[in-house]
C-alpha cells in the first residue's frame, strides 16, 4: 500500500490551489465572469478530493473573489463597488484565533465603511518570500509578520519594499527593535508571547508535586518528569524540530556563533553544544518523553490536551487552542541551562511602499494598534497584545485564564530574539537538519559539528 499523504502535505497542496486560483483572479489572468475549472479538474490538478477543492474555493468566496453559481460552477465576482476603498491584508491563518482578527474586522468597517480590508490568508512556508513577491507584483497592500520571517524577508534584500513607520511610544518597546532595519522601523509590533512552561496542575496534584517555579533548571524538569510518568500519560513532551524550540537550548548557553578573523565557525566543544546535548540526552529519556512522531508545535499541544502528558513547551498563543481544556492548567517560566533565558515570538504588521492605497493601509494599522483594539485582543485571547496599557489591564474577565497569566511581565529580562544567536534565518534550518543526525545518535559530535562549522563558515 502506498503511504497516506501527512497532514502538512495536504495543507500545503490545499494552500497552493487557493493562493495559484487567487493570484489568477487578483491579477486579471482570469476576467469577471469567466468560470474556474471543474472541481474533478481542480482536484486532478492538485492531486486533492472534491471535498478538499470545495473547501478551499470556500476560501474564495469568503473573499468574494468568486461566487457559487448552482448547477453550473464557481465564477469570478465582480469587483467592488466604486467610491470604497479595499485593501488587501495577508496574514498568518492562525492569527484569526491568536487576534481575534474577525472582530477587530468588524469594528474596523463599523468605524470606516468607507475602506473594506480583503484577507488573503498565506502559506507558512517560505512566508518571507511570498510576501515578497506579492508586495513586488502589488497583491498586497499590507501584511502580518513574525519577527523571524521578518529577518528572511529582509535576508531577501527587500527592505525597500516597506513602508517605514514612526515610532509608537504605548508599545513595549523591546517589541519594536524586531522590526527595525537600521534607523528605519519597518513593522508595527501586534501580539507577543515568550516559550513557557505549562503544565497540568491536576496530574501535580495527583501526584502531591510542587509545581514548577523559576529555579528549575532541566535536571528538575527530568526529575519531576519522571515520577509524573505512569501509565496514562507522559511526563514532559515537545516539538523538537521546532524553530520555536531547539534553539532555546543555544540561547540558554549565554554565547553566540562567532567567527575567528579568518571566518571560521568553532562548535565543537563549546557551550553551543551543551544545549544540544541536552536535547539528545532528553529526547532518549523514552521513560518520560513520548517517542511521538509530532509534525508541528500544535501536536504537543494536542497531546497536552488530550492528558496524555504532563507539561509541554507552549506560548502564549497557543493558549488560545488550550483554553476549552476539561482540566485546569498554569505557565511557569522554562526550565534553564546556564542563564535563564526564554525565545520571544512576536508577530507584527507591516505596509507594502508601493501601495496604492497606503492611506487606508495606515489606516488599518492604527486601528489594530489602537487602545480600544489592543485590549478587545487582550479581553477575548490569550494572546499578550503589544500596546502595554492594554496588556496590563485589570478587570472583569469572562475569559478562563491560567492563573498565572501575567507571569510574563516577571521575565522580561529573559527574552531573547532569535536573531541574538548571530544565526542568519537560513542557517537555523541548516543547523537543525544536520543535528537531527546528531539527536537521532546516527552520528557522534564531532562528526556533526565538523560538517556545519564548514557549512556555516562558508
Given at each position: 500500500?502506498?503511504?497516506?499523504?501527512?497532514?502538512?502535505?495536504?495543507?500545503?497542496?490545499?494552500?497552493?490551489?487557493?493562493?495559484?486560483?487567487?493570484?489568477?483572479?487578483?491579477?486579471?489572468?482570469?476576467?469577471?465572469?469567466?468560470?474556474?475549472?471543474?472541481?474533478?479538474?481542480?482536484?486532478?490538478?492538485?492531486?486533492?478530493?472534491?471535498?478538499?477543492?470545495?473547501?478551499?474555493?470556500?476560501?474564495?468566496?469568503?473573499?468574494?473573489?468568486?461566487?457559487?453559481?448552482?448547477?453550473?460552477?464557481?465564477?469570478?465576482?465582480?469587483?467592488?463597488?466604486?467610491?470604497?476603498?479595499?485593501?488587501?491584508?495577508?496574514?498568518?491563518?492562525?492569527?484569526?484565533?491568536?487576534?481575534?482578527?474577525?472582530?477587530?474586522?468588524?469594528?474596523?468597517?463599523?468605524?470606516?465603511?468607507?475602506?473594506?480590508?480583503?484577507?488573503?490568508?498565506?502559506?507558512?512556508?517560505n512566508y518571507g518570500e511570498t510576501i515578497s513577491e506579492y508586495?513586488?507584483?502589488?497583491?498586497?497592500?499590507?501584511?502580518?509578520?513574525?519577527?523571524?520571517?521578518?529577518?528572511?524577508?529582509?535576508?531577501?534584500?527587500?527592505?525597500?519594499?516597506?513602508?517605514?513607520?514612526?515610532?509608537?511610544?504605548?508599545?513595549?518597546?523591546?517589541?519594536?527593535?524586531?522590526?527595525?532595519?537600521?534607523?528605519?522601523?519597518?513593522?508595527?509590533?501586534?501580539?507577543?508571547?515568550?516559550?513557557?512552561?505549562?503544565?497540568?496542575?491536576?496530574?501535580?496534584?495527583?501526584?502531591?508535586?510542587?509545581?514548577?517555579?523559576?529555579?528549575?533548571?532541566?535536571?528538575?524538569?527530568?526529575?519531576?518528569?519522571?515520577?509524573?510518568?505512569?501509565?496514562?500519560?507522559?511526563?514532559?513532551?515537545?516539538?523538537?524540530?521546532?524553530?520555536?524550540?531547539?534553539?532555546?537550548?543555544?540561547?540558554?548557553?549565554?554565547?553566540?556563533?562567532?567567527?575567528?578573523?579568518?571566518?571560521?565557525?568553532?562548535?565543537?566543544?563549546?557551550?553551543?553544544?551543551?544545549?544540544?546535548?541536552?536535547?539528545?540526552?532528553?529526547?532518549?529519556?523514552?521513560?518520560?518523553?513520548?517517542?511521538?512522531?509530532?509534525?508541528?508545535?500544535?501536536?504537543?499541544?494536542?497531546?497536552?490536551?488530550?492528558?496524555?502528558?504532563?507539561?509541554?513547551?507552549?506560548?502564549?498563543?497557543?493558549?488560545?487552542?488550550?483554553?476549552?481544556?476539561?482540566?485546569?492548567?498554569?505557565?511557569?517560566?522554562?526550565?534553564?541551562?546556564?542563564?535563564?533565558?526564554?525565545?520571544?515570538?512576536?508577530?507584527?504588521?507591516?505596509?507594502?511602499?508601493?501601495?496604492?492605497?497606503?492611506?487606508?493601509?495606515?489606516?488599518?494599522?492604527?486601528?489594530?494598534?489602537?487602545?480600544?483594539?489592543?485590549?478587545?485582543?487582550?479581553?477575548?485571547?490569550?494572546?499578550?497584545?503589544?500596546?502595554?496599557?492594554?496588556?496590563?489591564?485589570?478587570?472583569?474577565?469572562?475569559?478562563?485564564?491560567?492563573?498565572?497569566?501575567?507571569?510574563?511581565?516577571?521575565?522580561?529580562?529573559?527574552?531573547?530574539?532569535?536573531?541574538?544567536?548571530?544565526?542568519?534565518?537560513?542557517?537555523?534550518?541548516?543547523?537543525?537538519?544536520?543535528?537531527?543526525?546528531?539527536?537521532?545518535?546516527?552520528?557522534?559530535?564531532?562528526?556533526?559539528?565538523?560538517?556545519?562549522?564548514?557549512?556555516?563558515?562558508?
Amino acid at each position: 500500500m502506498g503511504q497516506k499523504p501527512s497532514r502538512s502535505t495536504f495543507r500545503q497542496r490545499l494552500d497552493e490551489m487557493v493562493s495559484v486560483l487567487r493570484e489568477e483572479i487578483v491579477t486579471g489572468k482570469r476576467e469577471v465572469g469567466e468560470y474556474l475549472p471543474s472541481e474533478v479538474a481542480l482536484g486532478e490538478q492538485f492531486n486533492l478530493s472534491k471535498n478538499s477543492v470545495r473547501k478551499g474555493l470556500e476560501r474564495l468566496v469568503s473573499e468574494n473573489l468568486i461566487i457559487k453559481v448552482p448547477r453550473i460552477g464557481n465564477q469570478v465576482a465582480r469587483p467592488e463597488q466604486e467610491g470604497r476603498t479595499t485593501i488587501r491584508f495577508g496574514y498568518y491563518k492562525s492569527v484569526i484565533e491568536e487576534a481575534a482578527l474577525d472582530e477587530l474586522l468588524a469594528e474596523f468597517e463599523k468605524e470606516h465603511p468607507h475602506i473594506r480590508v480583503q484577507l488573503i490568508p498565506l502559506p507558512y512556508d517560505n512566508y518571507g518570500e511570498t510576501i515578497s513577491e506579492y508586495m513586488e507584483r502589488e497583491l498586497l497592500d499590507a501584511a502580518t509578520v513574525n519577527n523571524n520571517d521578518f529577518q528572511s524577508f529582509l535576508g531577501l534584500g527587500h527592505s525597500d519594499l516597506l513602508e517605514p513607520l514612526g515610532d509608537k511610544p504605548e508599545l513595549y518597546p523591546f517589541l519594536s527593535d524586531a522590526f527595525r532595519h537600521g534607523e528605519r522601523l519597518l513593522g508595527h509590533p501586534l501580539i507577543f508571547s515568550p516559550v513557557v512552561l505549562c503544565y497540568n496542575r491536576d496530574h501535580f496534584k495527583n501526584s502531591a508535586m510542587a509545581e514548577p517555579d523559576s529555579s528549575w533548571k532541566w535536571n528538575d524538569l527530568i526529575r519531576v518528569a519522571e515520577e509524573l510518568t505512569d501509565d496514562n500519560h507522559y511526563g514532559f513532551y515537545y516539538h523538537l524540530l521546532s524553530n520555536n524550540r531547539w534553539p532555546i537550548f543555544m540561547l540558554q548557553s549565554g554565547m553566540k556563533l562567532e567567527r575567528n578573523e579568518a571566518g571560521k565557525v568553532r562548535l565543537y566543544r563549546t557551550k553551543l553544544m551543551d544545549g544540544m546535548r541536552v536535547c539528545r540526552d532528553m529526547i532518549a529519556r523514552k521513560d518520560i518523553l513520548p517517542s511521538y512522531m509530532s509534525e508541528c508545535d500544535h501536536d504537543a499541544e494536542e497531546l497536552f490536551q488530550q492528558g496524555k502528558v504532563s507539561m509541554i513547551m507552549a506560548t502564549y498563543f497557543s493558549l488560545n487552542y488550550l483554553r476549552n481544556s476539561e482540566f485546569e492548567y498554569d505557565v511557569a517560566p522554562l526550565p534553564y541551562l546556564e542563564h535563564a533565558t526564554t525565545l520571544l515570538l512576536a508577530i507584527g504588521v507591516m505596509i507594502n511602499r508601493k501601495s496604492k492605497c497606503k492611506e487606508a493601509a495606515r489606516t488599518f494599522l492604527d486601528f489594530l494598534l489602537s487602545y480600544k483594539s489592543q485590549l478587545l485582543i487582550r479581553q477575548r485571547t490569550l494572546s499578550i497584545p503589544a500596546h502595554k496599557q492594554a496588556a496590563e489591564w485589570t478587570g472583569s474577565d469572562s475569559m478562563n485564564r491560567p492563573s498565572r497569566f501575567f507571569m510574563y511581565r516577571e521575565i522580561i529580562p529573559s527574552f531573547r530574539y532569535i536573531s541574538e544567536l548571530n544565526i542568519k534565518p537560513h542557517q537555523i534550518d541548516v543547523i537543525r537538519n544536520e543535528m537531527k543526525l546528531y539527536w537521532s545518535g546516527m552520528e557522534d559530535e564531532q562528526a556533526v559539528c565538523s560538517r556545519l562549522e564548514q557549512l556555516l563558515s562558508e
